[in-house]
């Protein structure tokens, strides 16, 4: 058995369901006991379950990233249940992909709001206990679009252009602490998200990818728990891409 997260407690954001979820299991099935959040309550209780059956503790909460307050409310409970929180997976986000000249207030708002506010929100509220305790990692779920622009992304680019921006500032404030902070860059993952793109478009898609499909979550979520894991607390501040090839 994979123990590397033994006597971890984990906090992982969007975790009801794609990246979020395959990450929640797979550090879970490392040793980590998991705290799941997402604003959908149904599918974060759906993943606790799962996380209870491997023999972790684990709480599923429902948050809406954007509401600062309602996420530091969340965190009294959880440090009163599980006493620390080792690792942070910021991963809670969504796309409202459109043209500038169609895209409303409310696209961005949302968009710049959840995927780049939202780890603000949910950071600030967890970091004080790591920075004390003198350890923690903290990972940041960015995409290519954070490393290069994609028509119809502009605000879906923005944040993620600066969550790699947040990510690298936060490790060199934090590195004294020994608090690792670092970033996934993922291409298009087989996801709920990515399934919205339509059959056609993802034909397409594939096409443009020199390994000629969709990563898996899974893939993902294996190279989350290497960055989270004790072997990777020299690195710092990264931000690593899985995409197939796509952006090489
Ligand atoms: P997903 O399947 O759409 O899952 C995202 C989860 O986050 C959903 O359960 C969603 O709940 C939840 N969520 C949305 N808004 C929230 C909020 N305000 N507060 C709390 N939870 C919220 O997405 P995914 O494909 O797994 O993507 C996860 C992360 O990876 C995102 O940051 C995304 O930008 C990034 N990413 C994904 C891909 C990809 O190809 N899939 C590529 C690059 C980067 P509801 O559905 O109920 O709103």
Known sequence: MDDRLQEKVALVTGGA????????????????????????????????????????????????????????????????TFEKVDILVNNAGITRDKNIFLMDKTDWDSVIGINLTGY?????????????????????????SGLIGLPGQANYCSSKHGVVGFTKSLAKECGRAKVTVNAIAPGFIETEMTAKLGEDRIKELKKTIPIRRFGLVDEVAELALFLVSDKARYITGQCFTIDGGLTV
């Open 17 to 80: 369901r794609g990246i979020g979820k395959a990450i929640a299991l797979k550090l879970a099935d490392a040793g980590a006991d998991v705290v799941v959040c997402d604003i959908d309550e149904d599918g974060a209780r759906a993943t606790c379950s799962q996380i209870k059956e491997m023999g972790r503790k684990s709480e599923a909460y429902k948050i809406n990233v954007t509401d600062f307050d309602g996420v530091a409310d969340m965190m009294k409970q959880v440090i009163d």
């Open 120 to 144: 603000f929100n949910v950071t600030r509220n967890i970091i004080m206990p790591m920075l004390k305790n003198k350890n923690g990692s903290i990972l940041n779920i960015a995409s290519v």
